[in-house]
Nanobody, 122 residues
């Protein structure tokens, strides 16, 4: 069992930066890959990025490559999503999720946080 709690969302202007955090707890938290997903109003939840258990492998959706960086600190049981050069189309609820190996597929993820709102104004 893994519990996830996101934080760091907020209201920013286009071009600004935000760093989201995902605090993990539970028995196998450090061995799970962690992913970030987002869901905009009226749209399906979509993959943003994932990082494997030791940080050696990462993957991003094309729309955030070069702007977002996923990382993790297993000593702190926390994953991060650094978001730079934010755009209005990045506005969404951002969710952290965990699964054993790392995947772009939402159904692969067993555990989910409650989400944190990111709003980017133009």
């Amino acid at each position: 069992q893994v519990q996830l709690v996101e934080s760091g969302g907020g209201l920013v202007q286009a071009g600004d930066s935000l760093r989201l955090s995902c605090a993990a707890s539970g028995r196998t938290r450090s061995t799970y890959a962690l992913g970030w997903f987002r869901q905009a109003p009226g749209k399906e939840r979509e993959f943003v990025a994932f990082i494997n258990w030791n940080g050696g492998s990462t993957y991003y959706v094309d729309s955030v490559k070069g702007r977002f960086t996923i990382s993790r600190d297993n000593a702190k049981n926390t994953a991060y999503l650094q978001m730079n050069s934010l755009k209005p189309e990045d506005t969404a609820v951002y969710y952290c999720a965990a699964e054993p190996s790392g995947s772009v597929y939402l159904p692969s993820y067993n555990y989910w946080g409650q989400g944190t709102q990111v709003t980017v104004s133009s």
